[in-house]
Structure formats: C-alpha cells, structure tokens
Nanobody
Framework: VQLVESGGGLVQPGGSLRLSCAAS????????MSWYRQAPGKERELVAA????????NYADSVKGRFTISRDNAKKMVYLQMNSLKPEDTAVYLC???????????WGKGTLVTVSS
C-alpha cells in the first residue's frame, strides 16, 4: 500500500497550488480520501474529505471557498486545488485513505506547502 503526495512548494500569499496523491496497493474506490495538514507545533487537522465514489465532500471552515478536493478513481488519484493561499496555510499536507467498508486506514508521508512572500 502506498500513498504518495506531490505538488507542494513555496508560493506567495494569494497564489495557488494543486496537490496530488497517487494511491497504489489497494482498491481505491473502496476508500474515502482526505487531506490533512500539520503545521509546526500544531495538531494535525482535517482540511478536506471526499467520499469513496466522490459524491460527498466536506471542508474545514478555514479553507471553504478556497480549496477544492477531487478524485479520479480510474487513475487512483486524489487532488487538492488550493487557491488564495494564506501564510497560515503553511503546513505539511498529508493524504489519508479510510475504508468505506472496513476499518483500514493508510497515510502518505506528506508534502510541504509554504506560503510566504
């Protein structure tokens, strides 16, 4: 099982980034997918989640209207489009898979997003 995040980097406030998470080793469409983030000295927090067949999404209040989560079950990919980025969005962003029909949970290692001028 692997979840590999990519797309992080340094961006100026107001800019955009698109994170990707590539999944392998499990039946992707059987898993809800989420993006979490963890900033230095802070607890990990849920950013956005999407149901296993993509019909339902939810977002942290702090990112509503700025971030969009999506998935492509055929490609086994999940994405996070991040617009209007703020310095407080700076964190390591992690991809999480949680079984829709089981208790299994998998995590990626994360990708660093830094929002700074």
């Amino acid at each position: 099982v692997q979840l590999v995040e990519s797309g992080g980097g340094l961006v100026q406030p107001g800019g955009s980034l698109r994170l990707s998470c590539a999944a392998s080793g499990f039946t992707f469409s059987w898993y809800h997918m989420s993006w979490y983030r963890q900033a230095p000295g802070k607890e990990r927090e849920l950013v956005a989640a999407i149901s296993n067949i993509g019909g339902n999404t939810n977002y942290a209040d702090s990112v509503k209207g700025r971030f969009t989560i999506s998935r492509d079950n055929a490609k086994k990919m999940v994405y996070l489009q991040m617009n209007s980025l703020k310095p407080e969005d700076t964190a390591v962003y992690l991809c999480e898979a949680r079984g829709a029909y089981s208790e299994e949970e998998f995590w990626g290692k994360g990708t660093l997003v830094t929002v700074s001028s």
